[in-house]
């Protein structure tokens, strides 16, 4: 805790923190601030560079949500938090973002940019995924009959 100017200020990074997948608690020790930001419009295919997308298209997937991003960061094996009070600062109608921590050296992740193209196509194969299942529960659903008024 940092006493600045009379107020009592403390770790922000541990406040909205938590991790929604798994149901862990935050461990309030761990600092944060070091780990990657990914916002979901990094990835979003219906952006523009200008308006946040950060890589090529073919990796991009239309609307991914957060929770979408940390399956993905989940089957990568990769550490990641996320932040669902979190907005992000050119559309503030986007909530949430995922810190992640990248692997060691050893792994073929490299870097950020390397590592979000990684969660593009895991992210492609979760949309047809889910996508097919839709498809496949509007295809069971009964049709209801319509009754035929009588004319007296």
Known sequence: MVKEHGL?????????????????TIDESKDYSRWKIIYPNYLNKKKKVNEGRRINLKYCVSDPTVDEIALACKELNVSYVIEK????PRDWLIEGRIR???????????????????????????KVNVESNVVINTNNLSKKKKKKKNKE
């Open 85 to 88: 009070k979190k907005y992000y």
């Open 100 to 126: 992640i921590k990248l692997p060691n050296q050893n792994n073929d992740i490299l870097n950020k940019y390397e590592l979000m193209k990684k969660i593009g196509l895991k992210l492609q194969t979760i």
């Open 8 to 24: 009592n200020i403390t770790n922000v990074y541990n406040r909205d923190i938590y991790n929604n997948a798994e149901n862990n």
